[in-house]
């Protein structure tokens, strides 16, 4: 049965993403590589990281458990982020 309330999972599936996560992945979509890039760099300064540690090695540990990731690419990711 159907539940409205049911949260639905991230994809990067457009035809499985919400209307906003649609909008946005067009907006980048169709920004110039340089501005890409800047966003890139404002999203993974060192601020932003520390900000949100805990949700990324959350995310990284999920990777891991799933099979996404391996062990060695997890400690790589923790290595490079400073975490």
Same mark, same amino acid.
């Given at each position: ?45 060192? $601020? +932003?990281?520390?900000? +949100? ?18 062990? $060695?690419?997890? $400690? ?5 982020? +400073?975490?």
């Amino acid at each position: 049965m159907w539940n409205p309330l049911k949260k639905f999972k991230k994809s990067d599936d457009p035809n499985k993403m919400g209307i906003l996560q649609r909008l946005a992945m067009k907006r980048v979509m169709s920004m110039s590589e340089e501005e890409r890039k800047k966003l890139a760099e404002k999203a993974m300064s060192p $601020e +932003n990281i520390t900000k +949100n540690k805990d949700k990324i090695l959350e995310v990284l540990e999920q990777m891991k458990a799933s099979g996404q990731l391996t062990e $060695e690419q997890v $400690e790589e990711a923790k290595r490079k982020l +400073n975490l």
